[in-house]
Each structure stands twice: as C-alpha cells, then as structure tokens.
T-cell receptor
Framework: DGGITQSPKYLFRKEGQNVTLSCEQN?????MYWYRQDPGQGLRLIYYSQIVNDFQKGDIAEGYSVSREKKESFPLTVTSAQKNPTAFYLCASSIGRGYSYEQYFGPGTRLTVT | GNSVTQMEGPVTLSEEAFLTINCTYT??????LFWYVQYPGEGLQLLLK?????DKGSNKGFEATYRKETTSFHLEKGSVQVSDSAVYFC???????????????FGQGTILTVHP
C-alpha cells in the first residue's frame, strides 16, 4: 500500500542536540511538506519542497533545516537553535504543484526535548 | 493574508446527535477548502473537500458546502457516533503570487467528543 512513513513515533532528546526526523513516501508525489503542531493550535508550515534538490522556507523555518536528495525522502533536522522544539511533527506530500491538490499526511513524530 | 477561523471547542455530544462545526475563511480569489480529521495520536486524514463555490463535499456521512457569499465551509453530520470523536481541522489552499503550490492554511482545530 502507498503511504507516508515517519519514524520514530516518539523521540526524546537533550537540549542542545540536533535531531533528524525521517519522512519517506512511496506515492510518487513531487511535493513534500513539514508541519509543526502544538496543543490547541493548527498546523504551521516549516518547510516545503516541490521537486528534488529544491526546498523553500515556510512560516516558521528558523531553527530547522531540510534536504531533498531523493523524491521519496524529505528529512527534517531540528537544530539546537530552535528555541521551543517540543512538538508533534507531521510530514505530508501531494501530487505536485497546483492549488487544488490535497495533501496526504504521515502518522507524525512526537519530539520531546528536555 | 489567508486565514481560517473555526468555532472554539471542545464540542461534546451524545451519540446520534446532530453536529455542526463552523468554519469561515479569509482569502483572495478562489481557494479550495478542506476538512481534515485527526484521531488520537495519529496524523491527519482528508475527510472532504470542495474546490469551487457551491460545491458540496461529502464523506462518511459528513458534509460541507463551499459558500463564497458568506466565506464559510461549515461541517455537518446528521447523526454522530462515538467513533467520530477526534480533532477536526478546516483548511484552505491558495496559490501564492506567481507560484502555485499547495500551501495549506489551517484553522486551530475543534475537538469533538461523542458519548454513548
């Protein structure tokens, strides 16, 4: 079955450490996205990528970095510069450009930094 | 800029009750509108969508109609079940300037709890 895989489901890190969240899709989608979800808030866009080797900052990119070396993969690194990294992180993908294309979401990774 | 406003929750209903979750939006042009559902501990699933004015999206007994005159996309279900307990997000997509990409703008989410 096609879908989006995020691993791990739960991740714990000490403050000051960088951590990388995995996102893989086998839907043959061109576009991929990273969102952050905090309690009582909607999702906020961190980064997005429309094609391989290209990505753009979203609304809250500070303290995060991404790469898109393969169509299937879009890992997110939460750096030590992110002031409040504890959150639920969701990866999504869509067929491609076009404003009517719905996005499909992975199961998410809950990151806790202490 | 674009924005989505949902009714504040949480919403608590008894099984078989009628559900309405209000959603209004601000956007230029003609956005596409979506309802997503998030079950506890999971990612989001697309529930329904509408891409132009007066379209009605429907799925699993849920419905929402794209009302451009009132900039609304209210979610309704005639008879809710315990299994409908989840967080519901209203969202829109609009192309930005000369770049068309699927930048979703979300509402803050509405928690629905259905009791037997």
């Amino acid at each position: 079955d096609g879908g989006i895989t995020q691993s791990p489901k739960y991740l714990f890190r000490k403050e000051g450490q960088n951590v990388t969240l995995s996102c893989e899709q086998n839907l043959n989608h061109d576009a991929m996205y990273w969102y952050r979800q905090d309690p009582g808030q909607g999702l906020r866009l961190i980064y997005y990528s429309q094609i391989v080797n290209d990505f753009q900052k979203g609304d809250i990119a500070e303290g995060y970095s991404v790469s898109r070396e393969k169509k299937e993969s879009f890992p997110l690194t939460v750096t030590s510069a992110q002031k409040n990294p504890t959150a639920f992180y969701l990866c999504a993908s869509s067929i491609g450009r076009g404003y009517s294309y719905e996005q499909y979401f992975g199961p998410g990774t809950r990151l806790t930094v202490t | 800029g674009n924005s989505v406003t949902q009714m504040e929750g949480p919403v608590t209903l008894s099984e078989e009750a009628f559900l309405t979750i209000n959603c209004t939006y601000t956007a230029t042009g003609y956005p596409s509108l979506f309802w997503y559902v998030q079950y506890p501990g999971e990612g989001l699933q697309l529930l329904l969508k509408a891409t132009k004015a007066d379209d009605k999206g429907s799925n699993k007994g849920f419905e929402a109609t794209y009302r451009k005159e009132t900039t609304s996309f209210h979610l309704e279900k005639g008879s809710v079940q315990v299994s409908d307990s989840a967080v519901y997000f209203c969202a829109l997509i609009r192309s930005a300037g000369g770049t068309s990409y699927g930048k979703l703008t979300f509402g803050q989410g509405t928690i629905l709890t259905v009791h037997p």
